[in-house]
């Protein structure tokens, strides 16, 4: 059974940046696109991108520049990194599955807090 | 962006009743269109994908249908466990977007 499980500092100051990792176990992380998405009372669920195991990435472009999604196989992790973050990015951070680009996320993690705030 | 609407945002049922939820795109998805629920504290659950394909393991008084630009979410006889949000998401291309979501409570 997949599984996959978010960590990460749970408070982030104004202007620095948020990271956070998905670890994937139960299953290798080959073969599938792995996506970052957060949720929030004002924004919803959002889908901040997603990375492919061999490193090719498409990111939300409501977030410009700032976020970057990186992978490291040798540990079946994906990494989220956001840069100059502000309170509105406060939101629960999911880590979530996808079989092949335009298809469904069919595993999630637990989901991980994240407040933005000084 | 292609936006996702969803109605109503919350319905109110009794156990045993037919539920439907519908989301509007705002073009054309072909059957690009997932659902998922999601209780609180949990992380969103696919239900249906492709318009009108059942996840396994879901059970099958939940069925989709549409294509386009509207779809719907029909639940035949609710069950206490299905009380919970429901949300619609298109993944006909990058970003991705979902519906705000349908709180179904129990009447």
């Known amino acids: 059974q997949v599984q996959l499980q978010e960590s990460g500092p749970g408070l982030v100051k104004p202007s620095e940046t948020l990271s956070l990792t998905c670890t994937v176990s139960g299953g290798s992380i080959s073969s599938y696109y792995w996506s970052w998405i957060r949720q929030s009372p004002g924004r919803g669920l959002e889908w901040l991108g997603y990375?492919?195991?061999?490193?090719?990435?498409n990111y939300n472009p409501s977030l410009k520049s700032r976020v970057i999604i990186s992978v490291d196989t040798s540990k079946n992790q994906f990494s989220l990194h956001l840069r100059s973050v502000t309170a509105a990015d406060t939101a629960v951070y999911y880590c979530?599955?996808?079989?092949?680009?335009?298809?469904?996320?069919?595993?999630w993690g637990q989901g991980t807090l994240v407040t933005v705030s000084s | 962006d292609i936006q996702m609407t969803q109605s109503p945002s919350s319905l109110s049922a009794s156990v045993g009743d037919r539920v439907t939820i519908t989301c509007r795109a705002s073009q054309s998805i072909s059957s690009y269109l997932n659902w998922y629920q999601q209780k609180p504290g949990k992380a969103p659950k696919v239900l249906i994908y492709a318009a009108s394909s059942l996840q396994s393991g879901v059970p099958s008084r939940f069925s989709g249908s549409g294509s386009g630009t509207v779809f719907t979410l029909t639940i035949r006889s609710l069950q206490p466990e299905d009380f919970a949000t429901y949300y619609c998401?298109?993944?006909?291309?990058?970003?991705?977007?979902f519906g705000r979501g349908t709180k179904l409570e129990i009447k």
């Open positions: 979530a599955r996808e079989g092949v680009p335009n298809e469904y996320f069919d595993y």
């Open positions: 990375m492919y195991y061999s490193g090719s990435t």
């Open positions: 998401q298109h993944s006909y291309n990058t970003p991705y977007t």
